[in-house]
């Protein structure tokens, strides 16, 4: 077992817009190469993360809070709190 205990982690702005995180887990704190990091997001009412994509990763969201809309090229999909959702590597996505 490891415990990674984490006080006043900073938030950072990300993928553009307005939406901003806090990165508590990234690459080279655990031992699995396949894990790139763990985040936690927040967007505020009305705000969006602008279109972007992840290269070699997948994305997987979990919504603790809110509601709204996120978008793959392929249409527009409103969510809610509960939903879990992933984007799959080099897949263009914005969430709003």
Known sequence: MKI???????????????GT???LLSTGEISN????AFTH???PAGGKYSWHSHEHIDEMVFVL?????????????????GDFFVFPENI?????
């Open 65 to 81: 809070k809110g509601s709204g809309f996120v978008r793959d090229r392929d249409g527009e999909y409103p969510f809610i709190e």
């Open 41 to 43: 997001g927040y967007l």
């Open 33 to 36: 190469p396949d894990f790139s």
């Open 4 to 18: 990674i205990k984490k006080t006043n982690v900073p938030l950072e702005p990300a993928h553009g817009g307005e």
């Open 92 to 96: 263009e996505h914005e969430i709003e």
């Open 21 to 23: 995180r806090q990165m």
